[in-house]
């Protein structure tokens, strides 16, 4: 049997071991809270395009911002941007004289065409809006929407802003 | 001072202590690992759509996918896709009667116009080729390519295909 000075010492070695072993196990950790947080940006809605001009408030309720793609010219006749809606940010109502295709790149929102139910459109998801009928888009209340659109055929005009979507017609969230 | 029994109690103690806190630290390791693995994929090409039908080898050289987004009509007179090329894959040389309009979402590639030197694309990169005019667009070979395409005014037509982008043709790699 060992004396207990020897077993004295090797309690310190043991606690000196305890301690690096925790101080080992906490820098693991602060790593893994530092992926943590990386991985939860990852959550968040997703940016393929610089995030451009804020649209005017006359236009937009809540903050949506406009990058344009491609302007329009006579040769191609299409013009194609990216609006980022933050949560709760929407469009005005709206019409296209040659209608509009969205591309939703990321996030979550809706879409809604006058006297119909509103859409929930998700990343991956495609809204086809036809010529001269009006609709509206924006971000949930929740998450951003990251979307792309397209407008062809703009020989016969872009787009006719509308009145704002109230609270109230914005408060209406689609079932499911 | 406490009997050499008391302190053997203790080491047993302090023994299995250190084996909790190794074995706390053995699953946040593990857990960073998994993360880090998450995290080393969002390194590679993402993708926003499913990956499609593979395009056929008379119009593609290597495996290039394709998803259809909005299909032509006579209402917006647009052809919408998204094309996937694995590394080293790309489109035969073509031509679109109306033009098109690339939006790169993700990875790295190539655009090259009959005549021009190669251009590389990469996400957030938007390329026009205008009307009747040869060309060919595809993956870099070492990193996929995601890419949308509009195509405009399609009343005047889709794509004429040419012959397939040579090995050698393909292999001038852009500097810078």
């Avoid at 606690?15 to 991985?39: D, H, P, S």
């Avoid at 469009?91 to 809604?112: F, K, R």
Wanted: aromatic share 8%; hydrophobic share 35%.
């Amino acid at each position: 049997m060992q004396s207990p000075i020897s077993n004295t010492v090797k309690n310190r070695y043991a606690m000196k071991r305890q301690l690096f072993i925790l101080a080992v196990a906490c820098v693991i950790g602060a790593g893994c809270n530092e992926k943590k947080n990386v991985m939860d940006d990852s959550k968040e809605v997703q940016a393929i395009f610089p995030k451009g001009d804020k649209g005017p408030a006359e236009n937009f309720t809540g903050n949506a911002y406009n990058y344009s793609l491609v302007n329009n010219d006579s040769v191609y006749n299409t013009v194609v941007g990216n609006v980022y809606f933050e949560p709760g940010a929407r469009s005005n109502w709206h019409t296209h004289p040659s209608g509009q295709i969205l591309i939703i790149t990321d996030g979550v929102g809706y879409h809604q065409i006058k006297g119909e139910p509103m859409q929930t459109i998700r990343k991956g998801d495609v809204v086809k809006c036809p010529p001269n009928v009006e609709h509206w888009h924006g971000a949930s209340a929740d998450t951003g929407l990251q979307q792309l659109y397209i407008v062809p055929n703009t020989e016969k005009g872009v787009v006719n802003w509308l009145q704002a979507v109230t609270d109230e017609e914005y408060s209406i969230v689609p079932k499911g």
